[in-house]
DNA sequence: TTGAAAGCGCTAACAC
DNA sequence: GTGTTAGCGCTTTCAA
């Protein structure tokens, strides 16, 4: 039914061969030959079939691409970006939601190697390795990005997260903040690593300038502006005493600000709160949330970029880490400070 | 060098026929043999080859989602909704953004038929339509999803944007507006049939009320806060003067009442504004955004369905629009009636 | 400059 | 219940 090779040569008078050779440029026919054969198969609407292209050619040109949650802009932005990069390259990238199932991680591995790509990037749920293994097993080629679990130790580029919690809770004790709390994802997300690295490092540098995180000014909220109020409404009418939060995300943080103006708080005088993604939104007057900005446009074209690397071989490991930004806004910048006499005796940077 | 079902079948000392067969369930194979079979391939790392499996069968179980733009929330949640329907018809979803350039678009379809898949969900640019008349040419069924070009007569599911113009309109008129304006997209996007119907529909609804949108109050600005801002301070400054507005979507009319508040309007009683999409953000209470709620995931899901419906030729057209619903908030429900004799000698439903 | 022949990995007829 | 044979559409030797 729809025209191929031989249907071409038939026409033509000429071989199979010949049409193939046809659609290379300078391969060895004659003009008039390749003329001819080229019509013909316009005339014939011939399109190649790519399975016999493949099979015969045993290479795919074909890249994954593994990912969480497509419908989060941020890795949506970073699937774009490594298209581009990848179609650079003259190969194709095939992208998939694995939804933070592990299970459906390796069914979609699983997939891919079927289909024989050269290689993936990926970012996984960190609830299982599986797909990381089989990928291993089969010498794909692969690389991370975003983020990656402790015990992986392949190639990645990701946000460093630790400058992330470092630059936030410096920012908050260069305003004056001596009691910060931490607002975190919901029990599922708080696992992931990149929350727990930002924390992490938000509390180790207050500890170097010996302020402690109190235990009830760590709460786990969510990531959607209803769970960070509904949450923090709670919190607040409970013993949360902090004068400066860090929140998994801006959205959590507007609903973060919401309640506490309910609750009587000025934003940024009475309670500095800074958000991570730096949404289109934040910067409206009426939100200005001071927030991190991270790199994921650059994440994913050095991460496209580093996989041909790995996939010529002419490097086996790329391990590289961005730093994100501070975008500063009143949400932070009003701050009254409280106790002067204590930067004295302890501050540090 | 990697394994083969003649590799599997020289260790188990069967036909490759048999190995074939033992991968299916309910085949003739005994079952002995097949657990024998089943059992060396997984010792040898077996994983079949689509490449081969698809150009034996001819089928390739693949529908291609062909769209403007993955970074548009929208548009992903409506992949990812697709996505899911598709694996249920047991085919695999394979998706390419064509970042709003028709010869992006006419070379991914191109590619999409390369490939052989069996069916095509897309929403175009509407710049050209090459892309669908290569779909017809090769007899590969499809359908639009979301939008589609005054000149497109194949199957779609898509918003019924004359509604969406409206139930807008209708609002502003009871709660009093006289003086309609629109704030629309910029030039590119605003010969985009969707912004096209919003807006015509919009203005007849006016119309049979015996009102016009006077063309001062008819301005292109864009679909980012930045520009809504930008032009609609510029429009103040001339001799803007519509008493509620409908805009291209939410973060323009985030600009767009950031703009009049700064201008000495007050957002919901001097000026109605309402947007397009009713983001997350748009029901934080210091923006409290009436805005119009298109139902992306439905849409998505039954596009998918129809598809398998033209696949399996159940039917061979299927055209359905859905419609929206407006979420009435804060920036349209405090408005003043200035004209109240108009409504006894014009107003009509 | 061209063609003949082989085969990529798999599956479907058909025969036993 | 199992094996033989052929072939999907293409590319790549190798020979002419």
Chains 1, 2 share one sequence.
Not at 197 to 215: D, H, L, S
Not at 306 to 328: H, M, R, T, Y
Request: glycine letters at 6%; one cysteine or more; hydrophobic letters at 40%.
């Amino acid at each position: 039914m729809r025209a191929t090779i031989k249907d071409i040569a038939g026409v033509a008078g000429v071989s199979d061969t010949t049409v193939s050779l046809a659609f290379r440029e300078n391969s060895r026919i004659g003009k008039k030959t390749r003329e001819k054969v080229l019509k013909i198969a316009s005339q014939l609407g011939y399109i190649p079939n790519t399975a016999a292209q493949k099979l015969r050619q045993g290479k795919t040109k074909i890249i994954a691409f593994v990912i969480n949650d497509i419908t989060n802009p941020f890795y949506s932005l970073m699937a774009k970006e490594a298209e581009n990069i990848i179609e650079g390259f003259g190969y194709e990238m095939f992208s998939a939601d694995s939804n933070w199932d592990p299970g459906r991680e390796e069914q979609i591995i699983k997939k891919m190697i079927q289909m024989r790509v050269e290689g993936v990037v990926f970012c996984l749920s960190e609830k299982s390795i599986k797909g990381i293994d089989l990928l291993n097993k089969y010498f794909i080629p692969s690389i991370s990005v975003d983020s990656y679990s402790e015990a992986y130790n392949g190639s990645y580029v990701a946000n460093n997260f630790e400058e992330c919690g470092k630059i936030v809770s410096q920012h908050l004790l260069d305003i004056g903040c001596r009691n910060p709390g931490i607002i975190g994802a919901d029990e599922t997300m708080s696992e992931f690593s990149a929350f727990k690295r930002i924390f992490a490092a938000f509390e180790k540098n207050f500890e170097k300038n010996n302020i402690e995180v109190k235990t009830q000014n760590k709460i786990n909220a969510g990531l959607k502006i209803e769970t960070g109020r509904k949450v923090f409404e709670k919190a607040l009418k409970n013993n949360f005493d902090a004068d400066g939060v860090i929140c998994a995300n801006d959205l959590c943080a507007m609903g973060v600000m919401e309640a506490a103006e309910k609750h009587g708080l000025q934003i940024g005088k009475d309670l500095a709160v800074v958000g991570i993604d730096n949404l289109e939104v934040s910067e409206l007057p009426k939100i200005s949330l001071t927030s991190v900005k991270q790199p994921y446009k650059e994440i994913a074209r050095k991460a496209a970029t580093a996989l041909f690397a790995l996939i010529n071989q002419e490097d086996s490991k790329i391990q590289i880490e961005l730093s994100p930004e501070l975008v500063i806004r009143k949400s932070t910048s009003t701050f009254k400070k409280k106790d002067f006499s204590y930067d004295k005796k302890h501050y540090t940077t």
